[in-house]
């Protein structure tokens, strides 16, 4: 591949372009797949450094985080529930008389704003939605994006200064991370200083459903061809570890009604509280406890976990396992839905995602890395699903010393 700073690099990136458009796009379907979708990015992404020069490119990358300030002072402020969303538009001076601020801020703001797309300036201090706007009219994007920059960014911030004073070494300590350095946690972990505060957890737990890159486990494993011939209804039938409001077990749910047996939620009582706050339906059977404690519920046919271990350290995540693996009975498998690592050219959503769990201490793992994991948890894996156009990825994994070979599927 040619280095898109030669003279001829940008010409060979717009006819990549324009073949995979022709070839994949069409104005009714758009792409023909979700990997057509990622390669159309990461050309246009290529494309953006090629047209600027180096010095530029460096400034745009060191000024990201006033765009991603003016964002947050926005969603403070209520622009993007106030900003009607239809096709109608709103002057500065309206927007400052509503939500309380100074005029000229909101001016400066909004200016800000609109230049880095998000909204459209249709005329002198006056601004209307465009899509990327409406996409901060949703309640959990702006929860998202708030506990993004409130929680995550202040230890991505501070991510230097940790690394360096602890030797850049790669970090594994959950008492002494780059968040807690950040948010001046001092006498606990991060999750510990969330459920603190019901607000902190509430926001988190609504920013976590706005996640682009969920993992619909319905979609990769068939909870009915695999469980259902080893179970009877009083048997659990999943236990779903760490599972915040219960929306994966709806999930499964809704796509395998047939599903024989129980349905179990667990999570750390904070969590619990606002599931049931939240509605959560009545076929699901919360319980409050810690996965770093036995699990209270032996036998099940699958003990699942969602996006838990890229929060976590190996020896901490060996932990998390071994509480489970010990109450595994014959017919018992844990199921871990989450993302796999490509070895090499990993998507930039992706490489950043796991700069972020290293402020947390945690990490995003390969698939060496998943199957060390479990060998070090005394488990083996049995299968791997792999979905189409994504990373994401069911890991089933049971206990090494009931099973002689793996299969990877």
């Known amino acids: 591949m040619k280095d898109i700073t030669e003279s001829d690099g940008l010409l060979d990136l717009l006819s990549e372009l324009s073949q995979l458009t022709e070839s994949s796009y069409t104005a009714h379907k758009g792409f023909s797949s979700p990997e057509a979708g990622y390669a159309f990015n990461r050309l246009v992404e290529r494309l953006g450094v090629s047209v600027r020069d180096p010095a530029e490119n460096v400034y745009y990358l060191a000024t990201r985080t006033a765009q991603s300030s003016a964002i947050r002072c926005g969603i ?24 309380g601020a100074d005029v000229v801020l909101v001016e400066r703001l909004m200016r800000t704003l609109a230049a880095c797309g998000v909204f459209v300036e249709v005329g002198e201090s006056v601004y209307a939605h465009n899509q990327l706007s409406r996409a901060f009219c949703n309640e959990n994007n702006r929860n998202m994006f708030q506990q993004m920059y ?41 999750w510990e200083w969330l459920s603190a505060d019901s607000a902190r957890q509430t926001l988190f737990n609504s920013g976590m459903q706005s996640r682009p890159n969920a993992i619909h486990v319905a979609n990769l494993y068939n909870f009915e061809d695999q469980l259902n011939p080893s ?16 929306h994966a077990l709806i999930e499964i749910r809704e796509a395998f009604p047939n599903l024989r047996g129980r349905l179990v939620l667990q999570d750390q009582d904070a969590v619990i509280n606002d599931a049931i706050r939240q509605g959560l339906p009545s076929y699901i059977e919360p319980q409050a406890t810690s996965f770093f404690e036995e699990n209270p519920v032996r036998n ?48 930039w959503s ?30 083996k894996l049995t299968k791997l699903w792999r979905s189409n156009g994504s990373n994401h990825v069911v890991l089933e994994a049971r206990r090494k010393d009931d099973l002689s070979d793996s299969l990877i599927v």
């Open 350 to 379: 992706m490489a950043v995602q796991d700069l972020n769990m290293m402020v947390l201490s945690g990490i995003e793992r390969t698939e060496c890395q998943w199957l060390s994991l479990l060998d070090k948890a005394g488990l």
């Open 231 to 246: 179970l009877e209804n009083d048997d659990v039938a999943v236990v779903d570890i760490g599972g915040g409001r219960g």
């Open 300 to 347: 099940a046919r699958a003990y699942y976990y969602r996006r838990v271990f890229h929060d976590w350290s190996d020896p901490i995540a060996v932990k998390i396992l071994s509480s489970t693996a010990g109450v595994l009975g014959p017919h018992s498998r844990i199921l871990i839905a989450d993302i796999c690592m490509p070895p090499c050219d990993a998507a």
């Open 76 to 99: 403070e402020l209520g622009f993007f529930q106030l900003v009607p969303e239809g096709e109608s538009s709103m002057s500065a001076e309206d927007l400052a008389v509503a939500s």
């Open 150 to 190: 409130d929680f995550v960014g202040k230890g991505a911030y501070v991510l230097p200064t940790f690394l360096k004073q602890n030797n850049w070494k790669n970090p594994e300590s959950y008492e002494q991370s780059a968040i807690n350095l950040g948010l001046n946690i001092t006498q606990a972990g991060f």
